[in-house]
């Protein structure tokens, strides 16, 4: 039972570098989010999808973009890495409608210096 | 503004010393209430959701309620593998299905 999966755990980035991170869930799940946790803050919902083909915004978009590419995958890019965007990304999926019973990923740890 | 906003931020206890965490919260149209247990570098973990006041739901040594403005996560004779933060989650709003996380309060349990 894997659950959602994550990769990479851990990344350093140079500021302007690139990078996906990959999301993987084998629940069957229809919606599926991207977080991030800041020392001192909530978790705040970058994008999620509510359904295959589907993306929104969340509370933090700016500078990711998100690929829902089939039911059990959701990959979270940043174009140009900025020091602002340190921090632990969390991928999250769900089944019933949207944020019930969220299963969480183990999570990345990004740096960018 | 919605807001979740959880206390003590931090909190030690001896192992089978109970207490209560705290959830309180401002929202409108509250659709549910979540508690989520986090250890160190893993993903959080779903324990409880509540929808409405007077709700109360039971798992091991926890405990969780709710009322109009708050919930409390009651832990009762805590063992050393009780500790762990704890995060506090409300889905609010009629046009929304938006969860706001609290900060969480950090759980240590002394033997």
């Known amino acids: 039972n894997a659950g959602v999966t994550q990769t990479p755990k851990f990344q350093v980035l140079k500021t302007g570098q690139s990078m996906t991170l990959q999301c993987a869930q084998d629940m069957n799940h229809n919606s599926m989010y991207w977080y991030r946790q800041d020392p001192g803050m909530g978790l705040r919902l970058i994008y999620y999808s509510a359904s295959e083909g589907t993306t929104d915004k969340g509370e933090v978009p700016n500078g990711y973009n998100v690929s829902r590419l089939n039911k059990r995958e959701f990959s979270l890019r940043l174009e140009s890495a900025a020091p602002s965007q340190t921090s632990v990304y969390f991928c999250a999926s769900s089944n019933v409608g949207t944020n019930e019973k969220l299963f969480f990923g183990s999570g990345t740890q990004l740096s960018v210096l | ?111």
Do not use: M
């Open chain 2, 1 to 111: 503004e919605d807001q979740v906003t959880q206390s003590p931020e931090a909190l030690r206890l001896q192992e089978g010393e109970s207490s209560s965490l705290n959830c309180s919260y401002t929202v409108s149209g509250l659709r549910g209430l979540f508690w989520y247990r986090q250890d160190p570098g893993k993903g959080p973990e779903f324990l409880f959701t509540l929808y409405s006041a007077g709700e109360e739901k039971e798992k091991e040594r926890l405990k969780a309620t709710l009322t109009k403005k708050e919930s409390f996560l009651h832990i009762t004779a805590p063992k050393p593998e009780d500790s762990a933060t704890y995060l506090c989650a409300v889905q609010g709003g009629y046009n929304t299905d938006k969860l706001i996380f609290g900060t969480g309060t950090r759980l240590q349990v002394f033997p």
